[in-house]
């Protein structure tokens, strides 16, 4: 069965700072990977999404992430942040038969400070 | 503007209550999906439709009953809730069609408190 950790339950970075935010999946064959942002009050917006190519992925609001196989891993990055990007986010990991099986991740809650 | 709406944004009822929520899309996709997220908890999937069918029932308790009449709307039915079925309902659609990388987009949600 798949499954996503991300290891970070809460991060607080200084508005200008870079940010990395973790995510770890297991799933047997090659994953379809993932990041949503939930800001308060609203549904989940799609940042980026991976199943192959280039394993660098660029996505809106700056953001990219990066696929690494061999760690199983996803991890989101902003070089610098914005007050706007104070969200929760989530990995999510997707099976090949279709996008209806969806797991996500508890989430990783972002605060940024002035 | 996701495209994508819920109604109520917010429901308070009691264990004995029915209710219904409510979620319309302007997208023209042809999947929908009810979700649960509760605090400290993955988002949990609950209900798939596809063109109308349900293509996923998620271990779902039979007290949450959901309706797709068509493409654009779905309804989850609440009836007899417990006070652990509190927590946010989100409803999303996507295009099918273009197969397990298309967009889920998702509504505001409804905040769900039973009381």
């Known amino acids: 069965a798949q499954s996503v950790t991300q290891p970070d339950i809460h991060i607080t970075v200084s508005e200008g700072a870079s940010l990395e935010l973790r995510c770890n999946y297991s799933?047997?064959?090659?994953?379809?990977l993932f990041w949503y942002v939930q800001s308060p009050g609203q549904g989940l917006q799609l940042l980026l999404k991976?199943?192959?190519?280039?394993?660098l992925v660029q996505g809106i609001k700056g953001f990219e992430a990066e696929f690494k196989r061999s760690q199983s891993s996803f991890n989101l990055r902003k070089p610098s942040v914005h007050w706007s990007d104070a969200a929760e986010y989530f990995c999510a990991v997707g099976s090949n038969f279709g996008n209806e099986k969806l797991t996500f991740g508890t989430g990783t809650r972002l605060t940024i400070i002035p | 503007e996701t495209g994508v709406t819920q109604t109520p944004r917010h429901l308070v009822m009691g264990m004995t209550n029915k209710k219904s929520l409510k979620c319309e899309q302007h997208?023209?996709?042809?999947?929908m999906y009810w979700y649960k997220q509760s605090a400290k908890k993955p988002l949990e999937l609950m209900f798939v439709?596809?063109?109308?069918?349900?293509?996923e029932n998620n271990s779902v308790p039979s007290r949450f009953s959901p309706e797709c009449p068509n493409s654009s709307h779905l309804f989850l039915h609440l009836h007899t809730l417990q006070p652990e079925d509190s927590a946010l309902y989100l409803c999303?659609?996507?295009?099918?069609?273009?197969?397990?990388?298309?967009?889920?987009?998702f509504g505001p949600g409804t905040r769900l408190t039973v009381t």
């Open positions: 799933y047997g064959a090659t994953p379809y």
């Open positions: 439709y596809n063109f109308k069918e349900q293509t």
């Open positions: 997208l023209g996709h042809n999947a």
């Open positions: 999303a659609s996507s295009q099918a069609s273009l197969g397990p990388l298309a967009e889920q987009y």
């Open positions: 991976y199943f192959s190519g280039d394993t």
